[in-house]
Nanobody, 116 residues
């Protein structure tokens, strides 16, 4: 079992930055792929970024490449999402996900609102 708690969301103007954090507890954090997803009302939850546990590879949705950076600190059981050059279309609830191909766990989400 893995418990995930996101933080760092808020209101920011277009062009600004935010850093989201996802703290994990309850299992071997370093053996999980960690990812960020986002969702807006009436739409499917969509992939944003992911970091693998094994080789530390990172993957990004095309819409955030070059603006967002995912990183993890296994010693702190935390994954981060640095979001720069934010756009109004980045407004969403952002969710953290832990996945080891057997089990997947989600956090409760944190709201990010980008004003134009």
């Amino acid at each position: 079992q893995v418990q995930l708690v996101e933080s760092g969301g808020g209101l920011v103007q277009a062009g600004g930055s935010l850093r989201l954090s996802c703290a994990a507890a309850g299992s071997t954090f370093s053996s999980y792929d960690m990812g960020w997803y986002r969702q807006t009302p009436g739409k499917e939850r969509e992939f944003v970024a992911k970091t693998s546990w094994s080789e530390g590879s990172t993957y990004y949705a095309d819409s955030v490449k070059g603006r967002f950076t995912i990183s993890r600190d296994n010693a702190k059981n935390t994954v981060y999402l640095q979001m720069n050059s934010l756009k109004p279309e980045d407004t969403a609830i952002y969710y953290c996900k832990a996945d080891n191909k057997i089990h997947a766990y989600w956090g409760q989400g944190t709201q990010v609102t980008v004003s134009s």
